[in-house]
């Protein structure tokens, strides 16, 4: 999930809609610790923020039990996870609504744990992001992020040039020490902090296993209908290909961080 934004950010995550596909880095690994992490179990009560094309949510849903809300400020994204729910038989278990991570619809203490998987980078207000997260999360609950991160500061140019394509233009990661600060100034207790380097091999695989070959051909049937039938489509994949090249430092200077916040 993203901040609406002008341009190409816009029509990233449209297109990511439409498609029926969205990803975060780790896969289903990092969805995992964040579940151990954040003490879920059967009847656990978690709200998704940032839930994109729902599958997340629907796999906490169908493997442990949960019941999930996930939210997405993106209409095309809460489309896609309710039909994703209805698919999979999880449609009793989760529900989805439209909302911004920066003002969160719900009353304070409602969820057991709250997590964001590559979501909490884009708002342009991350504080305020995080004190809803942990408004809405009950007392002794948790706060579990997988975000985007800089392993080392300042990155090179054409290392940010390479993020803001392959992430969003408007993607801002931060360092450890940034995100930790984020837990704290919600009031929350850093209980772990868990930074990886991006293994790009790894990440591909990871998507492969996250949809399964019958939601990656999904995804692709649609994506050649958009791209046979939208023009504006065909100049974004074109330009998305120009700066595919993954740069040789990357390894050095980004990854991603599981940071778990307790109330």
């Known amino acids: 999930m993203a901040q609406k934004s002008e341009h190409k950010g816009e029509s990233f995550f449209d297109y990511q809609a439409e498609v ?4 975060h880095l780790g896969g289903l690994e990092a969805t995992e610790k964040l579940v151990e992490l954040c003490r879920m179990g059967e009847g656990s009560y978690i709200l998704d923020v940032g839930c994109g094309a729902g599958q997340t949510p629907c796999y906490i849903a169908m493997r442990h039990g949960c019941k999930v809300v996930g939210v997405d400020i993106n209409e095309r994204m809460v489309e896609r996870s309710r039909e994703r729910a209805e698919r999979e038989g999880v449609a009793d278990m989760c529900e989805f609504r439209v909302a911004d991570a920066q003002d969160l619809p719900f009353q304070d203490g409602t969820f057991d744990a709250v997590i964001t998987e590559s979501v909490t980078a884009f708002p342009e207000d991350k504080q305020r992001a995080v004190m809803e997260y942990a408004r809405v999360t009950k007392p002794g609950g948790y706060v579990g992020l997988n975000e985007s991160t800089w392993l080392k500061v300042p990155p090179p140019p054409e290392l940010i040039a390479w993020v803001s394509q392959d992430l969003s233009a408007h993607v801002k990661p ?12 919600a009031g929350l207790t850093v209980e772990v902090v868990d930074v990886s380097e991006v293994d790009v ?9 996250r949809y399964g070959y019958g939601g990656l051909l999904r995804s692709l049937l649609r994506g050649l209908v958009m791209y046979a039938r939208n023009p504006a489509y065909r100049r974004f994949v074109k330009e998305v290909r120009k700066g595919g090249i993954t740069p040789d430092n990357l390894e050095e200077y980004f990854g991603y961080g599981i940071y778990v916040g307790r109330k």
């Open 20 to 23: 029926g596909l969205t990803k």
């Open 174 to 185: 931060l360092n450890t020490e940034d995100w930790t600060g984020l837990l704290e100034g």
């Open 201 to 209: 091999r790894k990440e591909a695989k990871g998507i492969v296993r």
